[in-house]
């Protein structure tokens, strides 16, 4: 009875408790027609049993989406394509996509009879609230029969996924930053002072313009040659992203990874931002599948696919961005970190990387950051800051040091918190008068 139970539905249910009453019923009180009644009901039961089982259906399940990468809060519609993989047409049917919480209620399909080998699509809404790499699937299916009194489960095969990436938040700058020689591509301005010989030249192509044509090259080749113009040399913004799951989620069960998601959200926005003010943009984070332990892009499309996917890691992860970001950084530009506060081998590492000049920003996540406190840059007074830090918990006082090393070398280092907008966050970076090592 419970296998019958599993596969009756609750009218179905009905039908056979009825059923059963009726026909004994009539056979105790002698009354024929309840017992045909009865018969009748549980012939009809027997039938849609006989149905499902004569029918066997199943399901291949393919999923796309549209885009195929998203942002938080992001809706987008998936299209579930099924294929009747079985011999046989399948009847009615039920389906519920099973999907992580994160992305909302389950949605629930009616499924028309299917022929065998066609295909049937159905479409749903998707509204993410957390970034990462979500599971779509699998597609539960209950096959029904015509008169809804049997549901009996169904395979399918294929499961999907969806990528969210963080939210990207405008942000606004008010003054020039990136100082220094660090740049991306050839400087122009090298070509004037070494003469017109310094350019490229390249063979004519259709279209070119005749005013460009080398004489000089075209008459030493026998070739048409025009001047290739250098490319604009483009400053440099690095940013450091420390994901260390020691640091960001300490072993107190009441702390969150609220810091961690902040970081990641605020790195996503300053990429996004320097890229569209023309800097080249570079994005250092930890990844032990790399030989190196650091994986680098120099794409946004790229930084977003990783920033979706980036989750808390090992401690040794921080040295190995750090020393990954030399070559970067030495020649100086804009110098990004986000960080909840490190040990001092790793500050004085973090310290050195700045050039003379050139612009350093930090965003030190506090997890007891609060009030006015929290937003308080230490370039107004760094001692300040690590005095208070030192009658707190261990994150407290990691974070005062970071924020008084990185202050006393020049940083523009700020303390935040989870709960500030990442807007309020630049504001505060930006407009820290320089201070430490000119």
């Given amino acids: 009875m419970r296998s019958l139970g599993a596969v009756l539905t609750q009218r179905g249910s009905a039908f056979l408790t009825a059923g059963a009453i009726l026909f004994v019923a009539g ?7 309840l017992t045909r009644i009865g018969a009748l009901l549980l012939a009809l039961l027997v039938g849609a049993l006989l149905m499902g089982r004569l029918r066997p259906s199943s399901f291949t399940v393919t999923r796309s989406s549209n885009p195929a990468r998203l942002t938080v809060d992001q809706p987008t519609v998936v299209i579930a394509s099924l294929v009747n993989t079985s011999s046989r047409p399948s009847t009615f049917a039920l389906a519920e996509e099973e999907l992580d919480p994160a992305l909302g209620d389950r949605p629930r399909f009616v499924i028309p009879p299917t022929p065998a080998g066609n295909v049937r699509e159905v479409e749903y809404t998707l509204r993410p609230h957390v970034r990462g790499v979500h599971e779509l699937g699998p597609l539960r299916v209950w096959l029904r029969d015509p008169f809804g009194l049997t549901s009996s489960p169904r395979p399918s095969d294929g499961t999907g996924t969806v990528l969210v990436a963080p939210r990207i938040h405008p942000l606004v700058t008010e003054r020039a930053l990136g100082r220094g020689v ?58 450091l992203l420390d994901s260390r799951r020691s640091a960001h989620q300490p072993a107190a069960a009441a702390r969150t990874t609220a810091g961690f998601e902040w970081s990641v959200t605020m790195a996503a926005s300053i990429a996004a931002h320097v890229d569209e003010q023309g800097y080249a943009v570079h994005l250092l984070t930890a990844d032990p599948t790399v030989d190196s332990g650091v994986r680098h892009d120099n794409d946004v499309e790229a930084m977003l696919d990783t920033l979706a996917r980036i989750d808390l890691g090992i401690d040794e992860g921080l040295p190995h961005i750090l020393r990954g970001a030399h070559a970067l950084a030495h020649d100086g530009g804009l110098l990004v970190i986000l960080t909840p506060g490190m040990g001092e081998d790793d500050i004085l590492a973090l310290a050195s990387l700045r050039p003379a000049g050139s612009t350093g920003l930090a965003f030190v996540t506090a997890p007891s950051a609060r009030g006015a406190g929290a937003r308080e840059s230490v370039s107004d007074g760094p001692g300040r800051l690590g005095g208070r830090s030192r009658g707190g918990s261990h994150d407290d006082r990691a974070a005062g040091t970071t924020l008084a090393v990185l202050s006393t070398a020049g940083w523009r280092a700020v303390r935040v918190r989870s709960t500030d907008t990442p807007m309020q966050a630049w504001s505060m970076a930006t407009a820290t008068q320089h201070v430490g090592a000119p």
């Fill in 182 to 239: 660090g740049a991306d591509g050839a400087i122009p301005h090298q070509v004037a002072l070494h003469g017109e010989d310094d350019q490229s030249i390249r063979e004519y192509r259709e279209g070119d313009d005749l005013r460009r044509i080398h004489w000089p090259a075209t008459a030493r080749t026998g070739a048409m040659m025009v001047r290739q113009e250098d490319r604009p040399a483009r400053r440099r913004a690095v940013i």
């Fill in 27 to 33: 056979l105790l009180l002698g009354q024929p027609d």
